[in-house]
């Protein structure tokens, strides 16, 4: 099961907004409405952010939001501030190949 | 509250195993599935496998598929991963994650334990 691609890195100044794609195969991204995306700061544990492609988990600012078309899922962080800067990662069920991770990706607020 | 208390870092030789315990609590520990994930130093999150606390049921991610083992008591709210035959490319920070059955996202996370495979 090969990793889902995200972008190395993406940027972004304080309030603008920052979208990370996450593309996967018809095996997982594409077949199932299963992708979650999950915050990780330095030698932290990963926090969840978006689960079920869209949905927030109670007490995730709204100004993160997901979606998904075809293969590709995707998380934007809109009116960007200081503490967004971290790694994400996109996570997707892939039925009997179980779960796979995306390749992460660097958000930086300049 | 919700806890994943994971045990402590391990120092390992090229070879050994490593088992790392996941204590949970805060929760009904048959209610939910438990996921172990690792990450390499500087590299990205790598799923390994599943257990579920009620039934026992374990599947693992194919790479693992004969060097990893999970278990879980259900005395102690407690599930084990060991990993057999450690090579350097097994170092990293391993990461139980709780899932709801049929959530497919992780909810609570540990807080990680380091295994250093060194001669």
């Known amino acids: 099961q090969s990793a889902l691609t995200q972008p190395p890195s993406a940027s972004g100044s304080p309030g603008q907004s920052v979208t990370i794609s996450c593309t996967g195969t018809s095996s997982d991204v594409g077949g199932y409405n299963y992708v979650s995306w999950y915050q990780q700061h330095p030698g932290k544990a990963p926090k969840l952010m978006i689960y079920e492609v869209s949905k927030r988990p109670s007490g995730v600012p709204d100004r993160f939001s997901g979606s998904k078309s075809g293969n590709t899922a995707s998380l934007t962080v809109s009116g960007l501030q200081a503490e967004d800067e971290a790694d994400y990662y996109c996570n997707s069920y892939a039925g009997s190949n179980g779960y796979v991770f995306g390749t992460g990706t660097k958000v930086t607020v300049l | 509250q919700v806890q994943l208390v994971q045990s402590g870092a391990e120092v390992k030789k090229p070879g050994a195993s490593v088992k790392v315990s996941c204590k949970t609590s805060?929760?009904?520990?048959?209610?939910?599935?438990i996921h172990w994930v690792r990450q390499a130093p500087g590299q990205g999150l790598e799923w390994m496998g599943i257990?579920?606390?009620?039934?026992?049921?374990?599947s693992y991610a194919q790479k693992f598929r004969g060097r990893v083992t999970m278990t879980r008591d259900t005395s102690t709210s407690t599930v084990y991963m060991e990993l057999s035959s450690l090579t350097s490319e097994d170092m990293a920070v391993y990461y139980c994650a709780r899932e709801r059955d049929s959530w497919y996202y992780f909810d609570y996370w540990g807080q990680g334990t380091l295994v250093t495979v060194s001669s």
């Open positions: 805060g929760y009904t520990f048959i209610s939910y599935h």
């Open positions: 257990i579920k606390p009620s039934s026992g049921i374990i």
